[in-house]
């Protein structure tokens, strides 16, 4: 029997920009984390030698978390093993007909936090290690709550992109929030940090108002530094910067997911 386990993660800045025809037009910047929430895979054998291939997630589809991404990398792990598993998974996506980007399955395989550059079909992938203390910071600081809207990241993406000549200065914008988001983390600034997440949300918005419209309560909220849609947004889940954590947590309707970051990212074995 194989088994796999790959992390969902959450995504600070730059998404949209990780997917064609943007990155392959232009490129694109992501930083994303890791999170101790995973896809399950499993490979079995029986006695007369037919195998049986079956899966899970520890979150649900449709919540911006990239689950079908962990879940896919997962699969292509137990069966044809854990080099390029992000690869082949975005490829059987694409197959699948998804006009996403290839973020999500990076997450999952490599883990940790990064910063993810997009040229063309190519990855180039930089680990970001800011101090611990920022880590503690993020961990306690950032909320993850679930607004329970669930939503295809495909279909999201395919409203977009079918005004690609419309939203090009936009997404020309959330490509430079991924950087200043690079730059924040790693230098442990954190008002940039809010900085570049509130630009990233204001340029989300612009793409599309309604992919912002769930989480508009936030707006109201004093101790709210800042916040952003995960994923493609319109839903899901939500990540908000709090001065106050235990008070925004009281003070949102939505259902908390505690989290942690996952350093190992995917995680294959046999028995």
């Known amino acids: 029997m194989v088994t796999a386990r790959a992390p969902v993660r959450i995504d600070l800045a730059g998404g949209w920009s990780d997917a064609p025809p943007f990155c392959e037009q232009v490129g694109g910047d992501v930083v994303n984390i890791a999170i101790n929430h995973y896809a399950h895979a499993k490979l079995e054998t029986d006695e007369s030698g037919k195998l049986s291939v079956s899966y899970s997630c520890d979150i649900p589809m449709g919540s911006g978390l990239g689950t079908s991404g962990a879940i896919n990398v997962a699969l292509m792990a137990v069966i044809n ?11 059987f996506e694409k197959l699948l007909g998804n006009t996403g980007g290839r973020q999500d ?10 910063h993810l550059k997009f040229i063309g079909k190519e990855v180039e992938r930089v680990h970001l290690v800011p101090p611990p203390s920022f880590n503690r910071w993020l961990e306690k600081h950032l909320i993850l709550a679930d607004t329970g809207i669930r939503h295809s990241s495909g279909e999201l993406h395919d409203s977009v992109w079918s005004r690609y000549e419309e939203v090009l200065p936009h997404l020309m914008s959330i490509r430079q ?33 309604k992919l912002n419209e769930p989480y508009q309560i936030l707006e109201g909220m004093s101790d709210v530094l800042a916040w952003k849609g995960m ?8 990540g908000i910067i709090s001065r106050n954590p235990d008070a925004t947590k009281e003070a949102i309707p939505w259902e908390i997911l505690d989290w942690q970051i996952d350093a190992d990212g995917l995680v294959l074995s046999q028995e």
């Open 81 to 91: 093993g854990a080099e390029n598993s992000e690869e082949l998974a975005f490829q």
């Open 105 to 114: 399955q990076w997450a999952s395989r490599f883990g940790g936090m990064q």
């Open 177 to 209: 929030t991924g950087r200043d988001m690079a730059s924040a983390v790693q230098r442990d600034d954190r008002f940039n940090l809010c900085e570049a997440m509130k630009a990233y949300t204001a340029a989300v918005g612009m793409l599309d108002p």
């Open 231 to 238: 994923g493609a947004a319109a839903g899901g889940f939500v």
